[in-house]
């Protein structure tokens, strides 16, 4: 083989193992963001004021509607919807049968609590509030919190309804500030993701999607898309 045409040959097969390489790493990437985009596309959709790692549920105590006293730690190793509300809050009002309509969807799941802590001071209006709204004994725990105590300084916020989805090992991966339509079939999907330990690596702060631009990115095109 002449010289010219070795040179020829060899250029051509350094061409063949780059574009191979290319087309390799193109499908690793494709592949990571189709990934990325199944873990993180119920909470990108959801919009919450929070998503991450790095809060812990925090320990308190409330009563239930007869005064028995109940523990944050009495959930440990469950997977927590955690709902704050007020019988003056019109939103909280509004959101409500939704609420129900999931505590019944996810009562099938293991290892999952829904709960509802109403910052009222009296716990007979709470109950008969609930009565009124949802016209049905609720589906879920309903507790007492006077005042917000729980709430307050807790990596909370003043704007009610406030709903916390509290991982397995306690640890707050979403939180929501004001209403959702907790019917949507995407919360289910939500839940059901932290549930098996998937978990969206785009961190999300006052609504906003941190994970330098690509995470924004990511989050506004799920948002097109859906």
Known sequence: MSPVKKTLAAALQ??????????????VAMARDGETRRKCGA???MQPAYAGAERVLPSFEVTDLEGRVHRSSEWAGKLVVLNFWTKTCAPCIQEMPAFAHLARVLASRKDVVVAAVSIDEDAAE????????LREPPPFETLVDPGGKVVDGKFGTDLFPET?????????RARFDGPRDWSDPV???????ILAGTYCPISIRRGQASRGVDGARLCESLADDG
């Open 14 to 27: 350094l061409a063949f193992v780059a574009g191979a390489a290319a087309m390799v790493y193109s499908f």
């Open 43 to 45: 909470i990108c959709l």
């Open 126 to 133: 709470v109950a008969s509030t609930m009565k009124q709204v």
């Open 164 to 172: 916390w989805i509290v991982d397995r090992s306690g640890i707050i």
């Open 187 to 193: 919360v289910v999907e939500l839940v059901d993701e």
